[in-house]
């Protein structure tokens, strides 16, 4: 190993292989699982955020809705415990790709967009969630100039769209923010996004739930559904739920409706966090606005300053398992945590000596879109949303009411939307997805190495509607 690798993994000498959100001692304990059969009119299916919200949001629209949700595990172990705790209001997996795929309702889903961000917040106020909830926004951070040049054009785009907000930020002013010697440039949405503590949030979603009166059995996966008279009836490993009605909030994991399952593919995503810095190291980086930040490149870094002074540093290594597999083997990868370290001190090279505590990873539910895509099946009684690419932690709530307005059979805002309307396309099969994903993975690494500019596959994945751009 050369002597500067050496430095980087000397920095993980005592790291944890866990998520630091989830290695708390205060973490609530799991409710028993469901042994017998259960009825309810809305069983939910799925503990994370979408499955939480869809619960809370259904008693919240009507008490006397009988609730019942069921986890395979605890309540947020999976992506909801272990993402960045960025929550935004775009629901189109930012601007860019809204503009891209919906412009005749880009400026009616950046306001539905808003509000809910705005509605995530009043429920962390309603019901009381310690979840370090902080309105702060978030800088896109250009590291190259043609990255400079990029985001002055969208930001002269949102202002010929009349979306308020956005504070283009030169070299000093960005740098002012936050200290690295590698910024160039940088575009702050102040309002745009909140940062949490994303396990917090989902344990506050899980009692708030419960004080409503909604039912919640712990290591209960949902194994088989299928239509049971004029309902709906899920087997479980120690019994049934029998509903009228089914929300699917399972996202990465194989969905009890078949014909989803083409639609979404996991990427693994991998992050490290840091010891809490000293007084003298955070006047060194600066950092007092406490913004989520993430580089623009295609392989980007996302990181953010904790409420007690860590930094979260992730992303840029997205992986693909031949065959989509999930595996808790695939939840940790030293060669990528190395490469983050490496990264982590090209960005803050004045934070030498600097250890990380913990180190993990885990799958993302991604489709060709980028961003959410939802549905129904079983003549309307089963309503499924799915695909949220990252960008779930705000989306999900979104997600939730539009399986809720499905499920009711209602004409809404939301349900006439195209987003709504339309489905991403399936990926193919294996072989051919895994060579896909690897020769765009190999294509935006190069075009990150080539000023941006995009190559033939790049620009026929474009034309396609697979417009991976992040």
Not at 83 to 108: K, M, V, Y
Request: proline content about 5%; aromatic content about 10%.
């Amino acid at each position: 190993m050369a002597p500067a690798a050496m430095t980087f993994a000397s920095s993980l000498s005592d790291v944890q292989p866990l998520s630091y959100w989830l290695d708390d001692p205060d973490k609530p304990v799991p409710l028993p699982a469901l042994t017998g059969d259960e009825r309810c009119d809305l069983l939910v299916v799925g503990g994370g955020y979408s499955g939480l919200w869809t619960a809370l949001l259904a008693k919240e629209r009507d008490p006397a809705t009988d609730v019942v949700l069921i986890e395979g595990r605890e309540v947020g172990w999976a992506a909801s415990g272990r993402n960045g705790g960025f929550c935004a209001a775009s629901l189109t997996h930012g601007l860019g790709n809204g503009l891209a795929r919906w412009p005749g309702e880009i400026d009616q889903l950046e306001d539905m967009g808003a509000r809910n961000l705005d509605g995530i917040e009043e429920a962390v106020a309603r019901y009381s969630i310690d979840c370090d909830f902080e309105r702060t926004g978030s800088i896109d951070i250009a590291t190259e100039p043609y990255q400079v040049a990029e985001l002055a054009e969208m930001h002269e785009e949102t202002g010929r769209l009349g979306i308020e907000g956005l504070t283009l930020l030169d070299q000093d002013a960005v740098r002012a923010e936050v200290n690295s010697p590698i910024f160039l440039g940088g575009l702050w949405d102040k309002r745009g996004t909140a940062m949490l503590h994303p396990a917090k949030l989902a344990w506050g979603l899980k009692r708030a739930c419960l004080d409503l009166g909604v039912r919640i059995y712990e290591n209960t996966a949902g194994l088989e559904i299928a239509t049971v008279g004029a309902g709906m009836g899920v087997r479980t490993a120690y019994g049934r739920v029998f509903a009228g009605r089914v929300a699917l909030g399972t996202n990465v994991f194989p969905s009890l409706v078949k014909r989803v399952r083409p639609y979404t593919v996991p990427v693994y995503d991998y992050a490290l966090m840091t010891e809490p810095l000293s007084p003298a190291q955070l006047a060194e980086i600066g950092w007092d606005g406490r913004q989520g930040l993430g580089d623009v490149a295609n392989q980007f870094h996302y990181f953010r300053i904790t409420a007690d002074h860590r930094i979260l540093w992730g992303g840029y290594d997205a992986i693909y398992p031949f065959g989509g597999r999930i595996s808790a083997e695939l939840d940790h990868r030293p060669e990528t945590y190395l490469k983050l370290a490496e990264h982590f001190f090209r960005y803050f090279p004045q934070l030498e000596g600097v250890r990380f505590s913990h180190a993990w990873g885990g799958a993302i539910d991604t489709c060709s879109r980028f961003s959410a895509f939802f549905g129904t099946a079983h003549s309307g009684r089963v309503a499924y949303a799915a695909g949220y690419t990252g960008l779930g932690v705000g989306a999900t709530r979104f997600g939730a009411d539009v399986m809720l307005d499905l499920l009711a059979g209602e004409r809404t805002e939301r349900t006439e939307l195209e987003m709504v309307r339309s489905k991403p396309l399936p990926f193919p099969p294996e072989p051919v997805a895994w060579a896909g994903i690897g020769i765009t993975k190999w294509s935006m690494a190069k075009a990150d190495a080539n000023g941006g500019r995009r190559n033939v596959w790049l620009k026929t994945m474009d034309r396609l509607g697979l417009g991976f751009d992040s």
